[in-house]
T-cell receptor, first 112, second 112 residues
């Protein structure tokens, strides 16, 4: 049972444009969401997070949007840079739990 | 803050052998987590420690797997009688009373 889904295995974006990565979840008990970036042969690097009491959180070029009614979150990267090319994972946890539940990841490629 | 470190980075072993991995969390992080990641998937939770106490274990953690965190600092993950299906990236993460987990570079296990 895949509780966190990233339906796009890959995404290609032109440098300087906006990258939008999507994530859907099924468990309404999730109350905290995170995005991680992963380069080959490295561990996931934390990017940005959002609590379920918010619908938007911004940090520099990265913005995460949460739509609780649709059980959907998205990560916007503006402007996209070549160094953003990586695999992006969304993750979720529910209140009181410690484990993160991850999606399958989306490979983002930024083209010059 | 030197980040989460894991050793070894790579391990190749023959089926039936025992292997042990080590994780050193970020100093003063009281929570430590182990995850496993296979190709094309997101990390999957294995187990969680708060200080030296192992508080949660996934059903993925069969009786061949054991994890310890003897003094609430570093942790070890041992796999006995390895099987080819154990081949994966084993990730360690740590946190300090927050929802954000910081990951190490991982140990890639190959079972021949």
């Amino acid at each position: 049972d895949q509780q966190v889904k990233q339906n796009s295995p890959s995404l290609s974006v032109q440098e300087g444009r906006i990258s939008i990565l999507n994530c859907d979840y099924t468990n309404s008990m999730f109350d905290y969401f995170l995005w991680y970036k992963k380069y080959p042969a490295e561990g996931p690097t934390f990017l940005i997070s959002i609590s379920s009491i918010k619908d938007k959180n911004e940090d520099g070029r990265f913005t995460v949007f949460l739509n609780k009614s649709a059980k959907h979150l998205s990560l916007h990267i503006v402007p996209s840079q070549p160094g953003d090319s990586a695999v992006y994972f969304c993750a979720a946890k529910w209140e009181g739990a410690q484990k993160l539940v991850f999606g399958q990841g989306t490979r983002l490629t930024i083209n010059p | 803050d030197t980040g989460v470190s894991q050793n070894p980075r790579h391990k190749i072993t023959k089926r039936g052998q025992n292997v042990t991995f080590r994780c050193d969390p970020i100093s003063e992080h009281n929570r430590l987590y182990w995850y496993r990641q296979t190709l094309g998937q997101g990390p999957e939770f294995l187990t969680y420690f708060q200080n030296e106490a192992q508080l949660e274990k996934s059903r993925l953690l069969s009786d061949r797997f054991s994890a310890e965190r003897p003094k609430g600092s570093f942790s070890t993950l041992e796999i006995q009688r390895t099987e080819q299906g154990d081949s994966a990236m084993y990730l360690c993460a740590s946190s300090r009373d927050t929802d954000t987990q910081y990951f190490g570079p991982g140990t890639r296990l190959t079972v021949l």
